[in-house]
Nanobody, 121 residues
Framework: QVQVVESGGGLVQAGGSLRLSCAAS????????MGWYRQAPGKQRELVAV???????NYGDSVKGRFTISRDNAKNTVYLQMNSLKPEDTGVYYC???????????????WGQGTQVTVSS
């Protein structure tokens, strides 16, 4: 009953930009944080960026200075602006929502299906 849906992926040349969007919907009492993780073929999933409901951010080392995460709390939506893209940024980008379904429930992570980002050289 909680849905997390990403959009905005695609094919872009090195040096270009993309903006990803992710919306969480359904039974949500409290959305504590949203973020982006990515996974390239043959590699483990890694942190890209996370933002809390209060606006604190955390970025993976490989994207610092190039990517910016932001959110619209009213819409339960998070954005990832990706600039100066490199071929090594290629992968499936997954949106994560850390939330409470009820005020008494434990915090839980919900994941989107992923959106493909391909950066050509």
């Amino acid at each position: 009953q909680v849905q997390v849906v990403e959009s905005g992926g695609g094919l872009v040349q090195a040096g270009g930009s993309l903006r990803l969007s992710c919306a969480a919907s359904g039974s949500i009492f409290s959305l504590n944080a949203m973020g982006w993780y990515r996974q390239a073929p043959g590699k483990q999933r890694e942190l890209v960026a996370v933002i809390t409901s209060g606006g604190s951010t955390n970025y993976g080392d490989s994207v610092k200075g190039r990517f910016t995460i932001s959110r619209d709390n009213a819409k339960n939506t998070v954005y990832l602006q990706m600039n100066s893209l490199k071929p090594e940024d290629t992968g499936v980008y997954y949106c994560n929502a850390r939330l409470l379904v009820r005020h008494w429930s434990p915090e839980y992570d919900y994941w989107g299906q992923g959106t493909q980002v391909t950066v050509s050289s």
